[in-house]
């Protein structure tokens, strides 16, 4: 094997945090982020300082939820340890995703870029507030999903596309 051989299976740490496909998951990263956070600053201002329903339409309100825990509430009666380690894995998930870019294809950098954006953008909330800013409420009749945010959206958008990928999905590796 040649030396450019080697080279070009395992890419340089610069290369690996700089090359195309990591700069395509970090533009929908911060994307994501920007829109997540704007959103939720928003709504602080508008239904969280008063609190109170806002119907949109006949399925959807805009509700002002705090979310101790993660996806659907889970894990809400963990603590101070449970919310730090959620952080912690927030953030070594968005470093594997980044270190791995160039191996992924096009459909799973795409899932990797909303994942890591949903994931810092609730991992901001969990620092800035110790909760998370919920505040979609999706209902039918009387039964209401469970509120949640952009960046929850992006996580299982995200989510479905790497099921997707892993299942229906090209082979990787490809920049």
Known sequence: MKSEDRHTDHPSLGARL?????????ILLICILILDQASKQFMLNWIFA???VHPVMPFLNFVPVWNPGISFGMLADGG??????????AFAVVGWFFWQA?????????????ISGGAIGNAIDRLRFG????????????????????ADAA??????LWAYSIFFGQETGQE
Not at 18 to 26: E, I, Y
Not at 102 to 114: K, M, P, Y
Not at 155 to 160: D, K, M, N, R, S
């Open 18 to 26: 700089t090359g195309p496909a990591a700069q395509r998951v970090g």
């Open 50 to 52: 008063a609190p109170r």
């Open 80 to 89: 101070q340890a449970v919310r730090g380690g959620l952080t912690l894995l």
């Open 102 to 114: 160039s191996r992924l294809d096009h459909v799973q950098q795409i899932a990797a870029g909303l």
């Open 131 to 150: 909760k998370v800013v919920d505040f979609i409420d999706v209902y039918v009749q009387t039964w209401h999903w469970p509120a949640f945010n952009v």
């Open 155 to 160: 996580i299982t958008v995200g989510a479905a």
